[in-house]
């Protein structure tokens, strides 16, 4: 072999041996377990397919907040120049993502940018007494109210949810063999008692005359009256009122203290039910002891 013949050969052996292994073999991506070593050639992918947002903010006041926060400065003390600048580089980042969302941003931009600017004028003097206008604070105040909404909506946030913090659970409960009356209120009588007066009235006389009427004599006429008719009778039973407002008022007079001697019991079946009296079960062992 020529010395030529050996350098030929030699070249296309280093033009083979300069192309990396690894550049070849290594596939774009494995997809099933398999190599991808060619891209589709009907692969689609969108502009904007890779954008990302690293930070969502929910409008100009929160984006505001948050550079005063990240920067560690006041809210009472703002220092407009670093922060209107920070805030432009945002919004025009924006801009070049989505033009609606940066509607709102830009018109806080622009209070910014006139914020900024009163601050570089001469302030007008204040009267005596009185502290100079500070441009800033409408926006402090915005700022302020906002952090506290947003607080309050973390805090709301935090309390148990259902279906995510706990999930409804049902339960049967066994209902007790005595069913509980609804307990007779003093108004619940007292309603009762102007409806007997009301029919009263309709029977009364222009009659004066004096009567010597025992609340004792009634007590035992309403026991009376229970017994004749098996220890249960209805409220408006035991009145009758064409005798009349005195005799109504010692009759009420006798049941109240029946009822305060533990004689009869008054009870009612639910709200706004007729009112029933009946003998205790004490009664008549109470009496024969007197």
């Known amino acids: 072999m020529s010395v030529a013949e050996h350098s030929t050969s030699g070249a296309g052996a280093t033009a083979v041996a300069d192309v990396p292994a690894a550049a070849v073999a290594t596939p774009l991506a494995m997809i099933y377990g398999q190599p991808l070593t060619q891209l589709p050639l009907d692969l689609y992918i969108p502009p904007d397919a890779m954008a990302v947002m690293l930070d969502a903010f929910e409008g100009p006041l929160d984006l505001l907040l948050y550079l005063i926060r990240k920067a560690n400065v006041n809210v009472l003390d703002i220092p407009m120049a670093p922060l209107t600048e920070q805030y432009l580089v945002y919004v025009e980042a924006m801009r070049s993502q989505n033009l609606e969302l940066a509607a709102d941003y830009l018109v806080m931009a622009a209070i910014l940018i006139e914020i ?19 441009p800033r604070a409408e926006l402090v105040r915005r700022l302020i109210e906002y952090e506290q909404m947003k607080l309050a909506a973390y805090a709301l946030n ?26 007779v209120t003093v108004f619940d009588l007292q309603d009762a008692w102007h409806a007997i007066l009301r029919q009263a009235s309709l029977h009364t006389h222009h009659m004066v005359q004096r009567e010597e009427l025992s609340v004792r004599e009634h007590m035992a006429l309403i026991l009376r009256q229970l017994r004749d008719a098996g220890g249960f009778v ?48 004490d009664s008549g062992k109470r009496k024969d002891s007197r």
């Open 158 to 183: 935090e309390l148990p949810q259902a279906e995510r913090d706990f999930e409804w659970a049902e339960a049967w409960v066994e209902k007790a063999l005595r069913r509980r009356l609804p307990e």
């Open 234 to 281: 209805e409220f408006g039973e035991l009145f009758d009122p064409a005798l009349g407002a005195p005799v109504l008022v010692v009759h009420m007079l006798a049941l109240l203290e029946l009822a305060r001697e533990q004689l009869l019991e008054i009870t009612q079946v639910e709200a706004f039910a007729p009112i029933y009296l009946r003998l205790a079960d």
């Open 116 to 134: 900024k600017s009163r601050m570089l004028l001469p302030r007008p003097k204040a009267l005596e007494g009185e502290e100079a206008e500070d």
